[in-house]
């Protein structure tokens, strides 16, 4: 090959600089076979380039296809994230309604009804008014229950511990256990350890502290 | 499934190289890099429109693999970013063809980056006829050769599929036939296209 083959290859190829190619183009464009040689060697390697530029693009055609097909499969992965979500709130929407229904007022006052822990406890109830205002409880007449929890009892010593627990189901029921007045009367067992209903407040304090219950609707 | 490159020296090596490893290479240019929401982002946001996108990029890759391949990558930047130049200019310079000069400021800039190298030429019809014609007249073995190269194969490769010596052979082989092409067009000068005589 000769020198100047060298130089015109090194010139395509842009491996001259600026004023050597300035001075080798003025010199190709004053000799006529220079000039057919350098664009016969341009117009062979820009002919390469043409082809390799045609097949890379169709490689490329078959990449953005390919990228396209993923994207139009994507709302599919959209539609199962949104169905992930729903079916998320659902469970969590059912959750608190069972830990409503659960463990709200009225069924932690339920749960733990003066009837059942007083079969529990095998304790009988003689008195007239206390047995009235426990029934009242029971029938939801809480206003009564109340009234009849008011008067005294004949063995007032035996039922004292009884009516207590008793008032504290129907503040748990009419005032919510937010109330100041439950939370009075709670606390008052909670401090006595002799109380006989001091181990059942114990357990419903217990379910009154679960995490849960701050998504309960108390009353 | 893609190869996983480590940084940009890798990817240029994969380039330069050939074969399926160019092909992962611009998987992770093309595809994972997330250049081409970046080139549409600008694109939408300086007023364009979004279905130039695919064309652009396309045109930008290439210019930008040919730059790859022929060392005009200077490093001064990520990949990325080079890419993302390209395709910025050329889709400034794409408007500048289109007699539209809104963006008449930016194109002045786009006179001084002369390091990208960027072709603007955009090759006509009657080219792309005379170009395909000279094609034609390249001998079975040198159409196989620049065939397999362009569609990614190696040397390596190309010389195991033609039954060449080795990889080097495959090298020359290509480069002869290059310049058997340039002097089939010096004998035959009906050949040399147009837009070389203007």
């Not at chain 1, 100047?4 to 050597?20: C, F, N, Q, R, Y």
């Not at chain 1, 079969?119 to 008195?127: C, I, L, P, Q, V």
């Not at chain 2, 395709?87 to 006179?111: C, H, S």
Request: aromatic letters at 10%; a negative charge.
């Amino acid at each position: 090959m000769n020198n100047w083959e060298v130089e015109i290859d090194k010139l395509i190829a842009g491996e001259l600089t600026e004023s050597e190619a300035n001075e080798l183009m003025e010199k190709i464009n004053a000799d006529p076979s220079l000039k057919k040689f350098y664009l016969s060697e341009k117009a062979s390697k820009e002919v390469f380039e043409y082809q390799i530029r045609n097949d890379t693009r169709a490689l490329m055609a078959k990449l953005l296809e390919k990228e396209q097909k993923q994207s139009k499969e994507s709302p599919k992965s959209t539609i199962l994230y949104f169905t992930g979500i729903a079916a998320s709130l659902l469970i969590l929407i059912v959750s608190v309604v069972t830990i409503n229904l659960s463990h709200s007022d009225t069924a932690l006052a339920d749960e733990f009804n003066i009837n059942v822990i007083a079969s529990r406890n095998g304790a009988t109830f003689s008195d007239s008014n206390f047995t009235q205002a426990l029934k009242a409880y029971f029938l939801n007449d809480f206003k009564t229950a109340k009234e009849k929890l008011a008067l005294p009892a004949e063995e007032e010593s035996l039922v004292v511990e009884y009516k207590d627990w008793l008032s504290l189901m129907i503040l748990l029921k009419t005032e919510g256990s937010d109330s100041m007045e439950f939370q009075n009367q709670f606390q008052a067992i909670l401090n006595d350890e002799n109380h006989e209903f001091y181990i059942q407040a114990v357990k419903l304090n217990k379910e009154l502290q679960l995490f849960w219950r701050n998504f309960v609707v108390r009353k | 499934m893609s190869v996983n490159f480590k940084n940009d020296e890798e990817l240029i090596r994969a380039l330069e190289f050939g074969g399926k490893l160019r092909e992962d290479a611009m998987v992770h240019i093309f595809i994972e890099s997330g250049i081409k929401k970046r080139i549409a982002n600008y694109i939408s946001y300086k007023g364009g429109q979004f279905e130039d996108v695919n064309d652009i990029l396309m045109e930008s890759f290439l210019i930008f693999d040919h730059n790859i391949r022929y060392h005009k990558f200077k490093k001064q930047c990520s990949l990325s970013t080079y890419l993302f130049s390209i395709a910025k200019l050329y889709w400034l310079g794409k408007i500048r063809e289109d007699n539209k000069t809104k963006y008449y400021d930016e194109m002045d800039a786009l006179d001084g980056i002369e390091n990208l190298n960027a072709e603007w030429k955009i090759i006509n019809d009657e080219t792309k006829i005379e170009f395909n014609n000279l094609l034609d007249t390249l001998s079975k073995k040198c159409k196989q050769i620049l065939k397999y190269w362009s569609l990614s194969l190696g040397y390596k490769e190309i010389a195991r599929e033609l039954d060449l010596k080795n990889e080097a052979t495959a090298r020359k082989q290509k480069h002869l036939c290059q310049k058997k092409l340039a002097e089939h067009v010096r004998n035959n000068p009906q050949l040399m296209p147009t837009i070389y005589y203007e």
